[in-house]
């Protein structure tokens, strides 16, 4: 599944390791909550950046003093209709001021990558046959909101007053 950053496609350092499944040498890794929370000062330690994969129920709060020591926190989508990582993603950026990147994973559809960028998703792994061409139409289907969020892009209501 092609990963997206920036609106282009991007190589995935990343290398998923599930369950108890061994670690690689070196390099980058992206390990479950059960995994950081039992292994977090090796993984810390190891050589390469290390990322957390969270279930929709999963909190941020349960990494949130460790986010200095996260290079990314991917969220997990397990279907279209569960949009939990949203609140999560959210929380990520504006209760905890994460930095870091923040990539959308699971039952990622195009018709919410919008959406997703606003709620403070960094990156995005979906599958389609023209993954940057899609992301200028998702990008380009609103220009006015109603809802605040973290992404500084002014409300209909903050445009209205100006």
Do not use: C
């Not at 390990?31 to 941020?60: F, M, Y």
């Not at 923040?102 to 018709?111: N, S």
């Not at 919410?112 to 380009?140: C, K, N, V, Y």
């Amino acid at each position: 599944m092609p990963l997206l950053k920036n609106g282009a496609i991007a190589d995935d350092p990343y290398t998923r390791v599930e369950g108890d499944d061994a670690l690689p040498a070196e390099g980058a890794v992206l390990v479950d909550l059960a995994r950081w929370e039992s292994e977090r000062d090796a993984l810390i330690r190891r050589d390469g950046e290390v990322g957390v994969w969270l279930t929709s129920s999963e909190t941020p709060a349960a990494i949130a003093e460790d986010l200095p020591h996260l290079a990314v926190v991917a969220l997990e989508f397990p279907a279209f209709t569960d949009g939990r990582a949203y609140s999560s993603a959210r929380l990520l950026r504006e209760r905890y001021a994460y930095e870091g990147e923040v990539r959308a994973v699971g039952d990622v559809l195009i018709e919410q990558l919008h959406f997703m960028d606003r709620a403070g998703f960094s990156s995005f792994e979906f599958s389609s046959d023209q993954p940057e061409e899609d992301w200028i139409t998702a990008q380009s289907d609103m220009k006015i909101w109603y809802q605040p969020t973290g992404d500084e892009r002014p409300t209909a209501t903050q445009l209205r007053r100006r």
